[in-house]
């Protein structure tokens, strides 16, 4: 059994930053995909980013040059910093672990950005 935990959601103002954390528990790949992905109300569930064991990163295109992933193998973590937020990057953010094709969630952080 995998579990994720998410952190560091909240609301924040247009060009402000947060930082997600997301720890993995449990079952441990040594191989395997992390990522982020989320959900704004009335659609469908989008990737923002993903990051190989490896370390190399995967971008939407839409959070390019905004949005930095990365991760701690030692403390099966994976973080998102977020910077320069717009309104549209609201929605509730879920980790993802991908390891030899199976797809393990979180339950999901919200994240707001309004004045």
């Known amino acids: 059994q995998v579990r994720l935990v998410e952190s560091g959601g909240g609301l924040v103002q247009p060009g402000g930053s947060l930082r997600l954390s997301c720890a993995s528990s449990?079952?441990?790949?040594?191989?395997?995909?992390m990522g982020w992905y989320r959900q704004a109300p009335g659609k469908q569930r989008e990737l923002v980013a993903t990051?190989?064991?490896?370390?190399?990163?995967n971008y939407a295109d839409s959070v390019k040059g905004r949005f930095t992933i990365s991760r701690d193998n030692a403390k099966n973590t994976v973080y998102l910093q977020m910077n320069s937020l717009k309104p549209e990057d609201t929605a509730v953010y879920y980790c993802?672990?991908?390891?030899?094709?199976?797809?393990?969630w979180g339950q999901g952080t919200q994240v707001t950005v309004s004045s």
């Open positions: 449990g079952i441990i790949f040594s191989i395997n995909v």
């Open positions: 993802n672990e991908n390891s030899f094709g199976n797809d393990y």
């Open positions: 990051i190989t064991t490896g370390g190399s990163p």
